[in-house]
């Protein structure tokens, strides 16, 4: 249920601005830019396809071995574009250009790769159900799995407002106020002669 969870959540997001997902494709450099469009709708329809059939539990077999390797893919193409220096949007949660390609980002398609893998492994040993019994249970560990996933993804993000000096002029979306600003001017009207 929860890496349905993260496929249904990563395609509904790229769905929603899919010409921008096609962009972040190209910026991968990975596929010739024309087929860019192509290679992001399949994306994008096998990660709705994936997660649908892993949170209904709909042929478990098939869905967490295409689950695997999704996200290996996804790791695979994190990692060329790591070793070629590449910072361009990740892209892993639709098109935002928030988070780039990063270790963290890595990371995340590495651990997701294994829990499919497990998941496969699972299925493989029992076919019928992967989801048990408690549904309670595993739509909590779903929605906490969602969410880890989701906000690791500011991970980088926060460490760049956490690493870059402090900027105190005015930019187009914020206005300094210059009682705030420090000011050489005496306050005795004498010092000034």
């Known amino acids: 249920m929860g890496l349905g969870g993260v496929c249904l ?6 769905a929603r601005a899919p010409r921008g997902f096609f962009d ?19 994306l994008i329809g096998l990660e709705l396809a994936l997660g649908t059939l892993l949170a209904a539990n709909l ?24 070793a070629r220096e590449n910072r361009a949007p990740c892209h892993c949660f639709g098109a935002s250009e928030l988070e780039t390609i990063s270790p963290v980002a890595l990371v995340r398609a590495l651990v997701l790769t294994a829990l499919a893998a497990v ?22 560990v779903a929605a906490a799995l969602v969410a880890a996933t989701r906000l690791s993804g500011l991970l980088p993000l926060a460490w760049s407002f ?32």
């Open 9 to 14: 959540l990563a395609g509904a997001e790229k």
């Open 24 to 42: 972040g494709v190209r910026r991968y450099r990975l596929v010739p830019s024309s087929l860019a469009p192509v290679v992001g709708a399949a």
């Open 59 to 82: 042929a478990p077999v098939a869905a967490s071995a295409g689950a695997t390797v999704l996200f290996g893919v996804f790791a695979a193409a994190l990692a060329v574009s790591l």
């Open 119 to 140: 998941l496969l492994a699972l299925a493989l040993g029992s076919p019928g159900s992967l989801s048990g019994s408690d549904v309670v249970a595993g739509l909590t």
């Open 162 to 193: 956490l690493t870059e000096p402090a900027v105190f002029y005015p930019t187009p979306t914020r206005r300094t106020s210059f009682r705030h600003q420090p000011l050489s001017v005496p306050l005795f009207p004498e010092e000034l002669r």
